[in-house]
Nanobody
Framework: QVQLVESGGGLVQAGGSLRLSCAAS????????MRWYRQAPGKQRELVAS???????NYADSVKGRFTISRDNAKNTVWLQMNSLKAEDTAVYYC???????????????WGQGTEVTVSS
């Protein structure tokens, strides 16, 4: 009923930039929080950035000042602009959207398939 498609990952040199996108489609009534997570090899998944439906934004300390999260409610899309990338940003990045589908009274987290970001030093 709901599909999330991520794109934008790739290989980039340290100091470079990438822009990730996550677009949701399907039987969507509303979306509350949109979040980006990442998981580096051998590490736990961590929250990178989040944005509420009202536009409240939060970032992990490790990415503050370098990453920017934004959303377009009409397009059911969230982006993560990543600048000044570092080797330690290398990870698989996942989007997670709190989606309420038509006919339901609650939001459920839906996850993207993940997109790999590799930063070479």
């Amino acid at each position: 009923q709901v599909q999330l498609v991520e794109s934008g990952g790739g290989l980039v040199q340290a100091g470079g930039s990438l822009r990730l996108s996550c677009a949701a489609s399907g039987n969507i009534f509303s979306i509350n929080a949109m979040r980006w997570y990442r998981q580096a090899p051998g590490k736990q998944r961590e929250l990178v950035a989040s944005i509420t439906s009202g536009g409240y934004i939060n970032y992990a300390d490790s990415v503050k000042g370098r990453f920017t999260i934004s959303r377009d409610n009409a397009k059911n899309t969230v982006w993560l602009q990543m600048n000044s990338l570092k080797a330690e940003d290398t990870a698989v990045y996942y989007c997670a959207l709190g989606i309420r589908v038509w006919g339901k009274d609650w939001h459920t987290d839906y996850w993207g398939q993940g997109t790999e970001v590799t930063v070479s030093s």
